[in-house]
């Protein structure tokens, strides 16, 4: 790769706010896991994502919609194989494990559905209205596979990140009706037929044991403005999840407000740089694509800061690209490394 020719074509701002967002997910999993002084999982999940991003951020997008179609096919097969398996957690079918990794299908498939649905809709818009109906088709599959796992979460996100692509692509508002009816219907089934659903929510009706909420608020409190100090907070050893779910908890009573501000503001900059930036943008698979997948990165970071500040029922859901994990940094690399394609400048001569 020509560095000279890269760096003319990226996204510079937004390529730098992702390092920089990866990085302080780096500098927390060291707060989390002191076991390692030089270099540890995460911090090797973090390189191998800047080589998928840089990887995919040249791609060409005739090349960005076959590695869509081909990730998107294999991890449709991964999806139903879960369920040829006994391996659970808490209840749930969505990890496939295979010695000490594991992997979530349904946490990466979400930047490949996000390309071919914005592909199959930008062609209705052009007249061929056969790729709606086989996009509805592909939604409906994967959706129908993430909500049997069960993973309400996950459904969610990724029903109102296709939602929002029709929206953004001019399609009939009653289709988006529809979707928010859906998702409603989804969420009262899930509230009286999924106990781990109905539990949460009781939660944080205080109906329930609070026990995880009451945990990640005394460590915002107790972090204060600068925080304990790296490695220094003691709730992380008593948070269930605090390296995933909980990790804006651990930056609060660690690092402090001032922290918890910056990935804020980074993530924000992030969205609104890529919104201003399809301003610019006539062609309608890249004005729906990016759409997509700036949503889906938004909302998922929304999600899992407003469960941690306890503003939201718990999700169980990753903060990208700073929450631990193997599968949730490949999915945002893979989401990132899409985004900067897109945005290059040499893919839009």
Known sequence: MNFRNFWASIDKINFILILILGLLGVLLSYSVNQQFLIINRHSIFYIFSLFIILFLSQQTDKNIRRFALFGFVILIILLGSLFLFDYEVKGAKRWLKVNSFSFQPSEVIKPFFIILSS?????????????????????????????MQPDLGMTILISATFFCQLFIAGLPILLVIYGLIFILSVSIFAYYFLDHVKNRIDSFLGNADSYQIDLSLL?????????????????????????????????????????????????LSIVIKTLLKILKVSNPYKIIA????????????????????????????????????????????????????????????
């Open 219 to 267: 460590a915002f409190k107790s972090g204060g403005i600068l925080g304990k100090g790296p490695g220094q907070g003691d709730l992380k050893e008593k948070i269930p999840d605090a390296n995933t779910d909980f990790i804006f908890a651990v930056a609060g009573e660690e690092l402090g407000l001032i922290f918890c501000l910056i990935i804020l503001i980074i993530i």
């Open 119 to 147: 592909w199959g809709i930008a062609q209705s818009i052009q007249g061929r209205k056969y790729y709606l109906l086989t996009t509805f088709i592909l939604f409906i599959m994967l959706i129908s596979l993430v909500l």
């Open 290 to 349: 990016t759409s997509g997948l700036i949503c889906s990165f938004g909302l998922q970071s929304l999600i899992n800061i407003l469960s941690a500040l306890g503003m939201i029922p718990t999700k169980g859901m990753t903060l990208p690209f700073v929450s631990y994990g193997g599968s949730s940094m490949l999915a945002t690399s893979i989401l990132f490394g899409f985004l900067l394609s897109i945005t290059n400048l040499k893919n839009n001569e």
